[in-house]
């Protein structure tokens, strides 16, 4: 499953009153987070994700992430054990004059889409093997 939530952070929005967005997924395998931050933003437009209280991205709450006019893919890999996990998409922009809107992605595959996943590459290599061996590739030991 991917999913997309959009994080609009008022003008001089400070740290200590973030604009928060939150939302529940289902339980599975979190393989990727996307934050796309739009021209405009200067790096002046800070953002986390959390599980409950717990940092996602970036992994400390000392920390943020920034950009401007770039979307960042920060490796993730998390196992969501509950069936309804809690997330907090929050930002901040302090001395900023206008809002932005960022885009947070998050792509969450289930034990069922992960095997079928497997099962599927397992079918392409076994084929590519078969192929290889007619042409004269060397098969792996």
Known sequence: MYDQ???TVPLNTLITAPAVTRFVTPAGLLEYVTVEFPAG????VNVQLLQGNNPIVPTT??????GNDV???PPVKKRLEVNRTN???RGWSPGT?????????????TEQE???????LGDIAYYMEKIGGQLGVPRRA
């Open 71 to 73: 979307t960042l893919m």
């Open 61 to 66: 709450l000392d920390r943020s992430l920034v």
């Open 87 to 89: 997330f907090i998409f």
């Open 5 to 7: 939530w959009r994080l």
């Open 114 to 120: 992960r095997s079928t996943e497997a099962e599927y």
């Open 97 to 109: 004059t206008y809002e932005h809107v960022i885009t947070l992605g998050l792509g969450i595959f």
């Open 41 to 44: 933003c200067h790096d002046m």
